[in-house]
């Protein structure tokens, strides 16, 4: 029986042992954490999609939900990406290579992979957002061919907290994906590219927004400019989803904490197409 199956028909609320293979710093106060589950059972069973997230827990600290950043076509290690802001946060970058701590999951509604197929992707990401739409973005260059034109816009308050550097830059040399970046501020006169906010890297680029799906995750301020953006060049509201973020507690739909207007933000969500949302005023 798969890891995950096991798990919801036993107590959806059992954590499992997972241990740290590498702990990489990337900007200040984020790191990238791989792991492995501590039986030595493969990732494989565990079938996230992305855009899902799991509960971290450490013993003591905690939890707290936490996009997953890997994609599911590579399953040797799952990973997380990492902001220290708190309790659970802290404890986590104390932790080395070996250590343990537990997972629940995978949690919510991910990216809808089968609507996107077949489709130009647009992905816009701002800041830490960048770590679920990774999960969708490497998913997408693992199934190339079952995706249209690929373009990434990334966001970032300054050059130093460009997350996944030498990832994105490895990026300029493929042909099949187009990379816009921009800072907002670039103090020190060092950035190459666009500085300015996200939405004017829609100038850089001709989109074709009748068989383009746009798909964002980022501060909540970039969402409102980026959908007007997209509803001026004429996509259609059905083409734009978004993943929010919410405070959350059981992640499975049983506390209330997450919920925005009729809907739980930890099973209805994380990601919504903009339809979904678009009533409800505290969504964006
Ligand atoms: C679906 C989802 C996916 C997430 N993915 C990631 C991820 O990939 N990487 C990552 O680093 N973080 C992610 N987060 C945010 C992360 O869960 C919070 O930062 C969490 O509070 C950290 O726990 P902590 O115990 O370290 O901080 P805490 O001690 O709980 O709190 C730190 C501070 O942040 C505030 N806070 C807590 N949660 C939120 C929130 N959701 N929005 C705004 N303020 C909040 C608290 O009020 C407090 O001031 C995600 C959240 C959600 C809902
Ligand atoms: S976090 Fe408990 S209902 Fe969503």
Known sequence: ?????????????KPLPVSIVRNLPQIK?????????????TWETFSHQPGQFIE????GKGEAPISISSPPTRLDTLEICVRKVGILTNALFELGKGSTFYIRGPYGRGFPIDILKGHKLLLVAGGLGLAPLRSLLLYALDKRGEFDDIILMYGTNNPDNVLFKYELLSFFDRKDIKYLYSVDKDEEGIWKQYV???????????????????????????????????????????????????MMKCGVGKCGHCAIGD????????VFSYPEIESIKEAI
């Open 1 to 13: 029986m798969g890891v995950n199956k096991q798990l919801k028909e036993e107590n959806i609320y």
């Open 263 to 270: 809907k739980y933000c930890c099973t209805d969500g994380p």
């Open 56 to 59: 971290v827990s450490i013993f």
């Open 29 to 41: 106060d984020h790191r990238l954490f791989q792991l492995k589950i501590e039986n030595g059972t």
């Open 196 to 246: 300015g906010v996200v939405t004017g890297l829609f100038d850089q680029t001709e989109l074709s927004p009748d068989d383009t799906y746009a798909v964002m995750c980022g501060p909540p301020v970039m969402y409102r400019f980026v959908i007007q953006k997209l509803l001026s060049l004429g996509f259609a509201k059905d083409h734009i989803y978004v993943s929010l973020e919410r």
